[in-house]
């Protein structure tokens, strides 16, 4: 089996690729390294069945030879990062789903798209179900990747349902993990490096606001199952622990010897209020749900970010 994974130097797409690697499949990692970088595949480089290729998904993807599944990763995914490069972020969800559907269909592949729970923007119902259509602000800061991201839920389907493609989609929550970038803007980097390099902590806003973070390893799994699923319709992943940011900050702080203090800044536009990920579908179709607690999964992150941290 032979997959192509676009974005697969970036966080996600990189521990997708190793588990695809460990499941016995051939990988072909597509990146322009806007946001991804090489190092986080660079303990793949020897592995027989690993091949990484530089190339923007946006313009053109060529493949030779056979190929059976594309999953498409490809994006900026912190606000940041979106706001620094919003054309390139509409144009990957966009343009970069239409030309990965256009692969999977010319190799008749199947399709994987990673979406995420900013489709449902800020919304008014908590948790959050696939059912509900979501709250986006189109023309706001975030709408560049929202919409670009819920037109890429469109597009899939429509090849799905036109194309009669094979395709599934993933709606991503918060997840941290090793080599998440330490400068990503998150609100976990920031949080570290900021503990890290002993400066005051960002709280934007009152801090009330709520995230439900999944450590990596479990949403890998919960998209693996879903790749071998044979459910078509968007279905969340994450893990619906929910907790406040301040919470969040207090979490990171705990780990540090001389904790910095805490400072409050402006909230940026259109931030959610409220995220916590509804996994019902994902519990009855796949059997899946996280097993990583928060602090668990602070612990092997906090580890990964020392280490990073004092080599730069
Ligand atoms: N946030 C914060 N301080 C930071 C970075 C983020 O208070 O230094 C807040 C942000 O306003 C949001 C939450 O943390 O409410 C999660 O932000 P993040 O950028 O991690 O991702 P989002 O869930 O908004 O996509």
């Not at 695809?20 to 986080?40: M, R």
């Not at 395709?167 to 998150?186: A, K, S, W």
């Not at 606001?209 to 078509?232: A, N, P």
């Not at 019902?280 to 970010?305: D, Q």
Request: proline content about 7%; glycine content about 8%.
């Amino acid at each position: 089996m032979r997959a192509v994974v676009t974005g697969g130097a970036g966080f996600l797409g990189s521990h997708l690729c190793e588990r695809l690697l460990n499941e016995g499949w051939d990988v072909l990692a597509l990146d322009n390294l806007i946001t991804g970088v090489d190092s986080n595949v660079s303990h793949l480089m020897n592995h027989p069945k690993f091949r990484v290729a530089r190339g923007d998904v946006s313009n053109y993807i060529d493949v030779a030879g056979p190929v059976d599944y594309v999953l498409h990763f490809a994006s900026p995914a912190s606000p940041v990062d979106y706001l620094k490069l919003p054309i390139q972020t509409l144009k990957v969800g966009a343009l970069g789903t239409h030309n990965a559907l256009g692969l999977a269909l010319a190799k008749n592949a199947k399709f994987f798209l990673a979406s995420t729970s900013e489709c449902y923007g800020d919304p008014e119902i908590s948790p959050q179900h696939e059912e509900y259509w979501g709250r986006v602000n189109p023309i706001g800061p975030r709408g560049v990747y929202d919409e670009a991201k819920r037109y890429a839920e469109a597009m899939t389907m429509a090849y799905h349902r036109y194309h009669k493609v094979d395709t599934r989609i993933v709606r991503i929550f918060n997840t941290y993990g090793p080599r998440m970038r330490l400068n990503d803007g998150r609100a976990l980097p920031n949080f570290v490096y900021q503990a890290l390099s002993g400066k005051p902590l960002t709280i934007y806003g009152d801090g009330k606001q709520t995230r439900s973070f999944c450590y990596v390893s479990d949403l890998i799994e919960g998209i693996y199952r879903l790749m071998m699923s044979d459910e078509h319709l968007p279905t969340n992943i994450g893990n619906p622990q929910e907790i406040t940011i301040l919470e969040f900050a207090e979490c990171i702080r705990k780990h540090f010897d001389n904790a910095p203090p805490l400072v409050f800044e402006p909230l940026p536009q259109d931030d959610p209020k409220r995220r916590c990920p509804d996994i019902t579908k994902a519990k009855r179709v796949l059997k899946w749900e996280p097993k990583i607690g928060l602090e668990e999964g602070l612990k092997l992150t906090l580890a990964y970010f020392k280490e990073a941290f004092h080599k730069s």
